[in-house]
């Protein structure tokens, strides 16, 4: 099937993505949905979690900065995303180097996310593996976890995307490699984050996961190739992103690099 | 058996990064005194093994229910396995009938409505305790009843004579409030599951129950 269709329907459909998501790239993350074609909605409550994402398209969970309350409204958010069928993404920000989120990441994987998001080392140490991350910023190979992708899709039947010089998307029994230049997306906060969230978006309008996140990464490194080349440095960077992500065309995604592993 | 204290709920899709054996090995080492082995993708044959296994770490040191598979349950103490009894919800046999087939043994049934309140009360006899919830809506479980919260649970437990297991998304946090509202025992499923170090989540929950009278 051409990459391109997901994004096309994606645009035509508009999906809500549910974001329970950090402060520092929230804003970043509802432009970028915005810039997309898709409909962000940034809220935490515990007590309207649960009804939300039972309407919502898809939800994102991500653990950059939770707090007690919030982890409680991604709770909810997760009971009802199961309950009405929702598609939900799970973005394991910095687990294995914290202890209190790696816990509570984990505890979330019985409910099955969809799709979990993340760098080399999250993905190692989410699934139990020894890791060298040191936050945020990955430190091991996107091929060193791609025997721990496997796992978790197992365990879990998730679709698992590796986030790395290319991107990684793994399901039980098979890994497609996703070749674009998207190292820019290191330079400004969030651009990892808002991939998990554009994700969720695509997830939600695709009929199949797996060829969802492939095409939404695809798109997202695109998007960052062409941003970056014609910016002077990581500011001016971020606006043009916004700006590439409208403009690419769905034979531009067609064209981007992709491999079976 | 008035009081049970925290009870760990072994559901294996929950263990990670460690083996549910593993697990119950750690909690047993942190104090705990119930242990209930829930596998639900599990095949007879894996549960079968895998309750046996789980029955040499609880042997003389913790109870060890089986959810739901009587069948596997008797399997097991027939192989000789420490498994000390049962705990079945509502879509299982009825309990009367678990009472009759299993003998001995404890029997823990899953309750929450008015209506399986009343209907438990009315099967006391083959009942051993009750387990009361969802205190909250949790992730885990799939088909878990409306949450009802700790206020909601120190009633129903109040309406019943058997002892009163609260579940339902507990953390070491809520020791105190069930403990000092009459609660038999409060289970956990991911606090001590997907802890980095089960025994050391394990001896909280003890501590703070124990300390909470």
């Known amino acids: 099937m051409r990459l391109s269709v997901v994004a096309e329907r994606m645009r035509a459909q508009q999906p809500l993505v549910f974001c329970l998501t950090n402060v520092v790239v929230s804003n970043f993350t509802a432009n970028v949905l915005l810039a997309a074609g898709a409909a962000p909605a940034m809220t935490n409550l515990p007590g309207e979690a649960r009804e939300f994402a039972k309407v919502a398209s898809a939800v994102l969970v991500n653990l950059g900065t939770p707090t007690t309350e919030q982890m409680h409204a991604m709770e909810q958010a997760v009971v009802g995303a199961n309950e009405a069928n929702t598609p939900w993404i799970l973005d394991p920000v910095a687990v294995g180097a914290l202890g209190e989120r790696t816990d509570f990441a984990r505890s979330l994987l019985p409910a099955r996310p969809t799709l979990i998001r993340g760098n080399a080392s999250e993905i190692l140490a989410l699934a139990g593996f020894e890791s060298a991350g040191r936050g945020v910023d990955s430190t091991d190979s996107v091929t060193a976890a791609m025997h721990a992708g496997t796992d978790l899709a197992r365990r879990y039947g998730s679709v698992v995307a590796i986030s790395g010089p290319a991107d990684a998307i793994i399901d039980a029994d098979r890994t497609t490699l996703v070749h674009t230049d998207g190292l820019a997306l290191t330079k400004v906060t969030g651009g990892g984050c808002a991939l998990g969230a554009f994700t969720a978006a695509m997830v939600a309008a695709g009929d199949e996961v797996f060829e969802a996140a492939v095409s939404a990464h695809a798109w997202y490194g695109l998007a960052a190739e062409r941003a970056w080349s014609r910016s002077r440095g990581p500011g001016s960077f971020a606006v043009n992103f916004l700006d590439e992500l409208g403009e690419v065309t769905p034979s531009d995604i067609d064209s981007v690099r992709h491999e079976k592993h | ?213």
């Not at chain 2, 043994?105 to 387990?131: E, H, M, P, T």
């Not at chain 2, 009459?182 to 997907?194: D, H, N, P, T, W």
């Open chain 2, 1 to 213: 058996m008035r009081e049970l204290g925290p009870y760990l709920v072994a559901n294996t899709a929950s263990c990670t990064p460690h083996t549910t054996l593993d697990v119950i090995a750690q909690a047993v080492a942190g104090g705990i005194q119930w242990v209930q082995l829930r596998a639900k993708e599990e095949t007879a044959r894996e549960f079968y093994e895998l309750a046996i296994a789980a029955a040499e770490l609880t042997e003389g040191k913790a109870e060890l229910l089986i959810n739901d598979r009587i069948d596997v349950y008797l399997a097991a103490r027939a192989a000789g396995a420490a498994v000390t009894g049962i705990h079945i919800g509502q879509k299982d046999l009825p309990v009367r009938v678990a009472r009759t087939l299993i003998g001995e043994g404890i029997i823990g049934l899953s309750a929450s409505s008015d209506d399986q309140l009343a209907q438990a009360a009315r099967d006391a006899q083959a009942i051993d305790y009750l387990g009361v919830g969802a205190i909250r809506a949790t992730p885990t479980k799939k088909d878990h009843p409306t949450p009802i919260g700790i206020d909601g649970f120190l009633r129903a437990a109040g309406r019943v004579d058997l002892p009163c297991v609260a579940i339902g998304a507990l953390t070491a946090q809520d020791a105190s409030a069930l403990r000092q509202g009459g609660a038999a025992g409060m289970a956990v499923v991911r606090a001590i599951c997907a802890a980095q170090s089960p025994e050391t989540a394990t001896r909280e929950l003890v501590d703070v129950w124990e300390s909470a009278r």
